[in-house]
Structures are given as C-alpha cells and as structure tokens.
C-alpha cells in the first residue's frame, strides 16, 4: 500500500489551501486504520495537523482546528486537506500518512509535497 | 515550538552506538507506551523504527532499541552504519492537548 500527495506547490496568503492524498495498493474503508496528515515546515519539526477515519470521523490538532478541514472520499481511496486563511506560517512539506490502531503508529508515508504560501 | 524536546544532533563513528533522548511530561510521554520514533532522510518518507516504546516493525533491524524512564523514551542505534544518518523524530500520544506530539527532530551524523 501506498498514499501519495498532490496539489498546488503555490498558494496566495488569505487564500485556501487543498490538498489530496491517494491511496493505492489497498482500500482505506477498513476498520484497522486512520488516515492523517503531518507538516514539517522549513527548518522545523513535524506537526501533526489532523486525522479521520474511512467513515468520515475526524480530529484536529487543537491549534489549527479553526482553519483545517479534513474530508473523505471512498469510492476515490483519496482523503483530502484543506486549510483557509493562509499565511507564510503555513508554509511545510505536508505529509500523508496511514495510522495504525494495532501498532499505534503512522505506518505509512508520502514523499510528501512543498506548499509555499507567497504571493 | 514542539511539545517534546530532543538534542539538536548527536553523532558517533561507524559501529560505535548512540542515544537520543526525547523527553515530554507526565501528560505525554510519562502517561503513555504510545511513543514512536521515525527516521527520515530529506527528500524521503518517514519511516516508523520504533513504536509502543520498544517495538521494531518487521524489516527494522534489531540494531535499533527503544526505551523509556519516567517523561523521557529514548532511541539507541547500536553498530552505526552509514545509513543510519539521518533526522529522526519522537512522537507521543498526548491525549490532553493535540492527541499527537513530535519531537523537534535529532540530526544523527555518521563520522
């Protein structure tokens, strides 16, 4: 199984970021995992920015829930990201990952992508 | 600025053995066996090496061990091989604040 990100590597401030993570290899509708997304930005340290289930259930880092909204599409094996309100903060190499509930760990990541927020 | 703090970098010589810390608090790492280290190399997906503390997943090698002391897990990486340099990363189950928190990252440089 693999997950893959794709989306804009620029982005305006002020405006929403959308991201999409595919999923191949292997079916996201199962009981056994989450699906979430990591940023790093430039220099920094990973960050966890969210997480959601195949059914649509979803959790937000506390500290970016009020921007972030993650979302599922099943019949695509995507799960997507978005972010409103940007700015040069927001600026990361976002990561997809799959979280196992059995090891209790991401397991599975992207390459990741490079979102720079400039206008 | 990271919940979990860890050694900006740690080296050692081939073969030789080191040890990164990662220490949080009593509502982290000291409350949880939910503590997992990844290794990254830049350019490259993060790869999980340890998880619940101690546990290697299939194909890590066993040179690779975890371990935890009240609010700090550390990550010990015995016979260095060239490979091994790289970032690596703590994360930690954290239910009161943002469920998971990283570590600042710990650059590791094989001499």
């Known amino acids: 199984l693999q997950v893959h990100e794709s989306g804009p590597g620029l982005v305006n401030p002020s405006e929403t970021l959308s991201l999409t993570c595919t999923v191949s290899?292997?079916?996201?509708?199962?009981?056994?995992?989450?699906w979430g997304w990591i940023r790093q930005p430039p220099g920094m340290g990973l960050e966890w920015i969210g997480s959601l289930y195949y059914i649509g259930t979803t959790y937000y880092n506390p500290s970016l829930k009020s921007r972030v909204t993650l979302s599922v599409d099943t019949s695509k094996n995507q799960f997507s990201l978005k972010v409103n309100s940007l700015t040069a903060a927001d600026t990361a190499v976002y990561y997809c990952?799959?979280?196992?509930?059995?090891?209790?760990?991401?397991?599975?990541w992207g390459q990741g992508t490079l979102v720079r927020v400039s206008s | 600025q990271s919940a979990l703090t860890q050694p900006r970098s740690v080296s050692g010589s081939p073969g030789q053995s080191v040890t990164i810390s990662c220490t949080g608090t009593s509502s982290d790492v000291g409350d949880y066996y939910y503590v997992s280290w990844y290794q990254h190399h830049p350019g490259k997906a993060p790869k999980v090496m340890i998880y619940d503390v101690s546990k290697r997943p299939s194909g890590v090698p066993a040179r690779f061990s975890g371990s935890k002391s009240g609010n700090t897990a550390s990550l010990t990486i015995s016979g260095l091989q060239a490979d091994d340099e790289a970032d690596y990363y703590c994360?930690?189950?954290?239910?009161?604040?943002?469920?998971?928190?990283f570590g600042p990252g710990t650059k590791v440089t094989v001499l």
């Open positions: 990952a799959r979280f196992s509930q059995q090891l209790w760990t991401f397991d599975i």
């Open positions: 290899g292997g079916s996201m509708s199962t009981t056994d995992y989450y």
């Open positions: 994360c930690s189950y954290a239910l009161d604040s943002s469920l998971y928190v």
